[in-house]
């Protein structure tokens, strides 16, 4: 499991005072970075060799502005030829749970437009960070 810790800002609340529901997804992403630089380690963007194809996210709990930390929890939930699945969710710091998502991420050749298969060296990083007891899954297709 990966760690993350999000400090929600003013801006990303709405006018009900609640952290607004596009906010999540954004801090999910921003915990897949390490994920990210094992496929990338310098974030070249020229050699960029991930896509998402798939998003989910259920919003089980609140968070407000006052909710100074907000702690993402990450894992590999599935790992293809091709792509794997990351979990998601989102934690307050007296352990409740506010969401719980997950992204279907495929290894991409940018220039041939096809997917290719994960190098062993990542599936096996990859592999450290599996937990089929994650607490959300998404349905396995075939991409």
Not at 55 to 78: A, K, L, M
Request: charged share 20%.
């Amino acid at each position: 499991m990966l760690t993350y810790t999000v400090h929600p800002r003013f801006g990303e609340t709405d006018q009900l005072g609640h952290v607004h529901h596009l906010s999540i997804p954004s801090w999910f992403e921003e915990a897949r970075n390490p994920i990210f630089r094992w496929f990338n380690p310098d974030f070249y963007i020229p050699a960029w060799n991930l896509i998402l194809v798939r998003i989910e996210v259920d919003y089980v709990g609140q968070v407000h502005f006052s909710d100074s930390d907000v702690e993402i929890r990450s894992w590999i939930t599935y790992i293809g030829n091709t792509s794997f699945h990351v979990a998601h969710g989102a934690y307050l710091p007296d352990g409740r749970c506010v969401a719980l998502g997950g992204v279907v991420l495929i290894h991409f050749d940018f220039d041939n437009q096809k997917p290719i298969p994960i190098p062993e060296s990542i599936r096996q990083i990859l592999e450290e960070h599996y937990d089929e007891n994650a607490p959300y899954k998404m349905a396995i297709h075939h991409h």
